[in-house]
């Protein structure tokens, strides 16, 4: 056993993680493009981007070199009364590739703080309006963080059941298809005069198992809530900066959510970063000459100029023509990938939203705890692939940095474990 891992075994308390039976965590030590290194020089390809948040490759040079730059500058200052380049830049970059509908930036630290605040927003817009609105509208199955609102408005399971007594009162919907569309948007006019707000992960629930759904069902579901006056939450962390082909999965809708949420792509997986965008509307019911009608959220790293630095690179490498033809690029392998292996015995379904390709492995249950997890993950790495299944769920979420070559790999290994578990 090395002395990194020695050390961490006698320091450290891993997430998602049952310390007493979980194997001894790989040590790595370098990252360069799509490629993991562990201090024995083994060579790890990174296939779900360290959790869906490295869109452009490890120690990205141009991401790194303005950071660099940006230490030697200013590595913080408080942003209650004062504010920097850095953060003014990237709110304007943002805005510019958002739907228009969106107005202002709030920052946070990660994806569940960003959904805390916009949580917050929709609760205290219509309390600043003297409207009691206490209610929130959500998908089953759905995930939006670890923090007691987000782990409210996600589904109820074994991660949140230690704590479902405290957590607040949520009305939960199946996602929405040509069957139930109608029914979804009576219990939306049931409910709307609580209502506060909807909050959704368009196209893509990520944690959930991968599972997604039609955006023209989401777009009614929108457009209802409008026509209803209840305000909806877009949650991009997971699906924004190209993961769905557009660089926002809400690029695929009509309607356009009151508010957004951003964390994971948006410093190119560099450090932690959370974003609530809103409309206009929604910031205006906050200016008051009524100091109690203030939004009283912050964080004491709110807008950190380094973090907002690499948001910023990332951002520039994000628009280049050369990532956007890898996004293209790497969901036109994917489809390839699917016709070869959609009707392998195995594969009891699959499914592809731009850069995300799923199957799920026709086994008994398909529970998160389910044992083939532990048995496709560790075999894979045994491979040089890091694949992280949900229960029975495989995905592949890469780097926009990798290769065809890489890409056939990691599809022939999946190939080949289908042919063997």
């Not at 109820?156 to 979804?184: C, G, H, K, Q």
């Amino acid at each position: 056993m090395s002395n990194i891992v020695e050390k961490d075994l006698n320091t450290i308390w891993h997430p998602y993680t049952q310390m007493k039976t979980a194997d001894k965590p790989i040590a790595i030590v370098k990252g360069e493009g799509v490629y993991l290194f562990t201090e024995t020089g083994e060579k790890i390809i990174d296939a779900v981007s360290s959790w869906w948040v490295n869109i452009h490759g490890h120690s990205h040079p141009y991401i790194a070199q303005k950071v660099f730059e940006q230490l030697q500058t200013l590595e913080h200052v408080i942003f209650a009364g004062f504010t920097h380049p850095q953060a003014v830049n990237l709110a304007e970059n943002l805005l510019s590739i958002i739907p228009k509908n969106q107005a202002k930036i709030f920052f946070s630290d990660n994806g569940s703080t960003a959904v805390e605040v916009a949580i917050k927003m929709c609760l205290q817009f219509w309390n600043n309006k003297a409207e009691k609105r206490t209610k929130i509208l959500a998908f089953n199955n759905a995930y939006h963080g670890d923090t007691f609102g987000a782990m409210a408005v996600s589904g109820r399971s074994a991660f949140t059941a230690p704590f479902d007594t405290l957590l607040f009162d949520v009305e939960f919907i199946d996602l929405p298809n040509e069957e139930n569309i109608s029914y979804l948007k009576s219990q939306i006019s049931k409910h709307k005069s609580q209502l506060a707000c909807f909050i959704f992960e368009p196209l893509v629930q990520g944690a959930g198992g991968m599972l997604m759904y039609e955006a023209k069902y989401l777009d009614e579901l929108i457009k209802h809530c409008r026509n209803e006056n209840v305000l909806t939450i877009a949650d991009e962390v997971m699906t924004g900066f190209g993961r769905t082909g557009k660089l926002f999965a809400s690029d695929h809708l009509l309607n356009k959510a009151d508010l957004m949420c951003f964390s994971k792509g948006l410093t190119g997986g560099t450090m932690p970063l959370g974003i609530t965008s809103c409309t206009q509307e929604i910031y205006d019911a906050f200016l008051s000459d009524d100091k109690l009608k203030t939004l009283f959220h912050g964080h004491s790293f709110t807008a950190n100029p380094v973090a907002c630095a690499a948001a910023n690179a990332s951002f520039d490498i994000l628009m280049q023509a050369e990532t956007q033809q890898n996004l293209d690029r790497i969901s036109a392998k994917h489809a390839q990938f699917l016709e070869q292996i959609k009707l392998h015995p195995r594969v009891k379904k699959s499914r592809q939203c731009g850069t995300i390709v799923v199957l799920e492995w026709n086994v008994e249950g398909t529970s998160y705890f389910n044992n083939i997890r532990d048995t496709l993950y560790n075999h894979f790495l045994s491979k040089g692939i890091i694949l992280r299944p949900l229960g029975n769920i495989i995905y592949i979420m890469p780097p926009y940095c990798i290769s065809n070559d890489d890409l056939d790999y990691i599809y022939n290994e999946i190939k080949a474990a289908l042919n063997k578990f």
